[in-house]
């Protein structure tokens, strides 16, 4: 790649100088790559602006979303209230932009949750191979073969209702937990197969040579290079919790009300759409325009990674 | 094959069996364990319910609860439904025909839009047909299918009005209208809008899916020798290409069989359709454990089956792969 030696200054070189990071080749082959995919660019700028807008609601958002209002009530879009208000006189704008808060939270959470167990097991699967790689595949096959939304929802009733984890229904976590916990199995495979290369390559046996042990090995030595397909599935992942989590709270399984996400939102618009068109549109669109961006972000990201990917 | 299948089918009895550990374990966990709707339901006494549960033998401990459940479930006896009083297999019976009928239309209709335009968008690659279409597959998988349920009632039946009569242009619940003899339009009239949910992100994925398996073919080296051969380019096309990047298509049909017997949750429950999914939805509402886990465990059998079909399929179909 002797075009990357070239001095004209690119997007790629300003965010590395602005990272203050040391010229990593690779990192900038990969970013210019990624800008390169004009629609994952623009998916990135669309999702800058759906996080920024849900990072700074307590600046935007004109009212308190929990706020209730016995006078205006059901209203229609104004410009005191841009979207209306619900059933109990809150405003839907404030609500969506803070629901956008959890939703988004609750995406990311739930991923690292599926990353990290993802990570863990495919890991150890591929690198120790034989009887723990056996083991861990049969688990993997468990769940694969659980039906993953009854099951979620028979746990969301357990979290809702059981007396010792209903204490902790208010946090995002049960149910980034839950939805993560059913979500790492086709990551797991993926950094298995890595691992499973990796592991018989030269360098490892320098390593191993050198008297590195095995989780150094692991971490510092063969992690790095499955570094990329993690990085895409995670980014597509976000956009998949986000929305089981908006469907399971829209069936009334996940996150519940008051508190706003935009499925409890879609919940409670659904019965109101006569009046209140906005109030279905608005949520919905949210979801899709996140989901939307973050797939063409994890679409040029894998094009980024790998560029000989056919799809 | 017979020997591979075989052994396959052993293996997934274990399989079945820990799920069926997990998930009996899990509705252990939940709140007053299957008491709970009782209950709930406020008109027993304490000393009522003592007795029920004794009856029911649900105060025996639970490795003994799950052993006795096993053994009527091998004799496929699940149990009484707590919330419909009657047999569990009595309440799929009763629904599985709406859930095949629902699932089967959409199904068809999926296959129908999928295979023509996902052979198109391979042909004729970077085409403005192909960039529209990959365009509307990112929609297509992106957008949350109980939103689009939404707003297909918002546009069919809240906005537009049937202009040759009275009310709305579609019907936006259940499978006819109540009371009414049978009418083919009228059944017709209420699929429209469930289906049109179903298919709208089962057909983004299969044309997105068979795109890129004709992709893959129609650059191989047998595809330039049958153009070579001088032979017609639809022949070329349909008999060499598409019949080739078929096969990994029939597998991922086979994956999705299990949807034939549970149906879409959220398609269900919006459209009011007495399927599987919604007898689901309201059997974890009411927490009806035993019809719970009748359906959480036949759709595991057919995941686990539907894999292994998936399998024997790809193999008899592509002659190269060989059982192991």
Same mark, same amino acid.
Request: net charge positive.
């Given at each position: ?49 759906? *996080? ?41 704008? =404030? ?12 995406? *990311? ?94 360098? *490892? ?9 095995? =989780? ?32 399971? =709270? ?62 | ?324």
């Amino acid at each position: 790649m002797a075009d990357t030696q070239a001095t004209t200054a690119t997007p790629a070189d300003a965010i590395a100088a602005a990272h203050g990071r040391r010229h990593d080749t690779m990192t900038r082959l990969i970013i210019r790559r990624f800008l390169r995919h004009r629609l994952a660019v623009a998916g990135l700028v669309v999702l800058a602006l759906l *996080v920024l807008s849900a990072l700074l609601a307590p600046v935007i958002a004109p009212y308190d979303p929990d706020a209730l209002s016995t006078t205006e009530r059901l209203q229609g879009p104004s410009s005191r209230h841009w979207l209306g208000t619900d059933d109990v006189g809150r405003d839907i704008f =404030s609500r969506v932009l803070y629901g956008g808060r959890i939703s988004l939270l609750i995406g *990311v959470a739930a991923t690292a949750v599926s990353l990290l167990i993802g990570t863990v097991v495919g890991a150890i699967a591929g690198y120790f191979g034989g009887f723990v790689d056996n083991l861990l595949m049969r688990v993997v096959d468990v769940f694969l073969s659980f039906p993953s939304l009854f099951i979620l929802i028979v746990l969301a009733t357990v979290i809702r209702t059981n007396s010792v984890l209903r204490q902790y229904s208010g946090s995002i976590w049960p149910i980034a937990i839950v939805i993560g916990g059913l979500s790492w199995m086709a990551l797991a495979r993926l950094i298995r197969a890595t691992f499973l290369s990796l592991r018989e390559k030269e360098f *490892v046996e320098a390593a191993r040579a050198a008297g590195a042990s095995n =989780s150094r090995i692991m971490i510092r030595h063969i992690l790095p290079g499955s570094l990329g397909p993690i990085i895409v599935q995670g980014t597509l992942l976000i956009a998949a919790t986000i929305i089981t989590e908006s469907g399971l =709270s829209y069936l009334g399984f996940g996150v519940q009300p008051p508190t706003a996400t935009w499925g409890t939102l879609l919940d409670n618009a659904q019965g109101k759409m006569q009046e209140l068109p906005l109030f279905a549109i608005a949520p919905g669109l949210m979801i899709f325009l996140t989901v939307m961006s973050i797939n063409y972000v994890g679409d040029g990201l894998r094009d980024a990674f790998d560029p000989h990917s056919t799809r | 094959m017979g020997q591979y299948v075989v052994r396959r089918l052993i293996l997934a009895v274990p399989l079945l069996l820990v799920i069926s550990m997990i998930v009996f374990g899990l509705l252990q966990a939940a709140p007053g364990g299957p008491m709970g709707a009782y209950v709930r339901r406020g008109n027993f006494s304490e000393e009522d319910l003592r007795r029920l549960e004794e009856r029911l033998g649900l105060n025996a401990p639970a490795y003994v609860q799950y052993g006795k459940w096993l053994g009527r479930v091998v004799k496929l006896d699940f149990g009484q439904s707590i919330s419909e009083r009657r047999p569990v297999t009595q309440s799929i019976r009763d629904r599985l025909p709406n859930t095949l009928y629902l699932m089967a239309t959409a199904w068809i209709v999926t296959i129908l839009i999928a295979i023509p335009i996902g052979v198109i968008t391979a042909i004729r690659q970077y085409s403005w047909f192909d960039h529209l279409v990959t365009g509307l597959t990112f929609v297509g998988q992106s957008v949350p299918i109980f939103w689009l349920g939404l707003i297909l009632i918002l546009v069919f039946y809240i906005w537009l009005d049937n202009p040759f009569g009275d009310g709305p242009l579609l019907p936006a619940g259940g499978m006819y209208t109540l009371g009414q003899d049978f009418s083919l339009w009228d059944r017709i009239k209420h699929l429209i809008l469930p289906v049109t949910m179903l298919s709208a992100s089962w057909v983004a994925w299969y044309t997105r899916f068979l795109r890129a398996s004709m992709l893959e073919v129609i650059h191989q080296d047998y595809i330039r020798t049958a153009r070579a051969k001088g032979l017609r380019e639809q022949v070329v096309v349909m008999r060499h290409a598409f019949r080739n990047a078929a096969i990994p298509l029939v597998t991922l049909m086979a994956l999705d069989l299990p949807l034939i017997f549970s149906g879409a949750l959220f398609t269900e429950v919006i459209f009011a359709w007495p399927g599987m999914g919604r007898l689901f939805f309201t059997a974890a509402d009411r927490r009806d454990y035993p019809l719970l886990m009748a359906i959480i465990m036949i759709t595991a059998t057919l995941i686990v089956l539907s894999n292994l079909l998936a399998d024997i399929l790809y193999a008899w179909l592509d002659p190269r792969i060989r059982f192991r």
